[in-house]
């Protein structure tokens, strides 16, 4: 399985999509389509953390590398994650230096963060390969969100903290919380998106968003974002069926 930091590092733009419907076949199927990564969405998706591991295992499967949404930054939430074999962690609301520093922390091994260990857990094996140890922290893909106005105004001063790869945009949430709500063509939206990738060039990381179409995430690509979702296996499913309704229906008219 490829390393994503080290794809990212390459200057490779990648393709994921989200994981919303807690479902093991699902995740499989999104694995078989050919994304770059997958990730499950703890945060606003269907599922909760008893499907996770069923879909890393499909994931892992068919050598698609893993990320998780957690809830909130609590230590344990990203721990359990990457204990089942996790590839990286995306953190959502992001929006000081004190809480991204936090959140880094939570994806690596003592000194260099606050990540429990053990290494009876899938990640090592179930204790036959405590050698990964060793290179565990430089694997772990850390992502965090700029979802606000406010994080937005902190985004330089948030590059700075060690362990961040990918800094994603939540256009939803932004939009919202720039008062226009789902217009990320609004002029005050493509200023944060052009502020956010700016930050993140100059301090060698990726930017990221979240687009609901493969036009909408091409256009993305040309802007230079190079972490991007496309739509979520609830989305994709949804959109695909409508599509073939409509094709039948207008076929039936004719």
Known sequence: MTDLSSRLASGDT???????????LAAEACALAGFDWLLTDLEHGGGDESELLPQQLAADAHAVPMLVRVESTHRIRAGHALDLGAAGVMFPGIESVDQATQA????????????????????????????????????????????????????????????????????????????????????????????????????????????????????????????IGIGSDATLLALAGRHAVECVRRAART
Do not use: C
């Open 14 to 24: 990648l393709y994921g999509t989200f994981l919303g419907l807690g479902s093991a």
């Open 104 to 227: 880094m922390r939570h994806l690596r091994y003592p000194p260099d963060g606050d990540r429990g260990v053990a290494t009876y857990n899938r990640a090592y094996g179930f204790g036959l390969h405590p050698e990964r140890l060793a290179t565990a922290n430089d694997r772990v893909l850390g992502v965090v969100q700029i979802e606000s106005k406010q994080a937005v105004e902190r985004v330089e001063e948030i590059t700075k903290v060690p362990g961040i790869h990918v800094l994603f945009i939540g256009p939803r949430d932004l939009s919202h919380d720039l008062g226009v709500p789902g217009n990320t063509s609004a002029p005050i939206f493509q200023d944060a998106l052009k502020r956010i990738l700016a930050a993140a060039e100059d301090a060698g990381l990726a930017a990221g968003i979240l687009a609901p179409d493969a036009e909408t995430a091409r256009r993305y690509a040309d802007q230079g974002l190079r972490f």
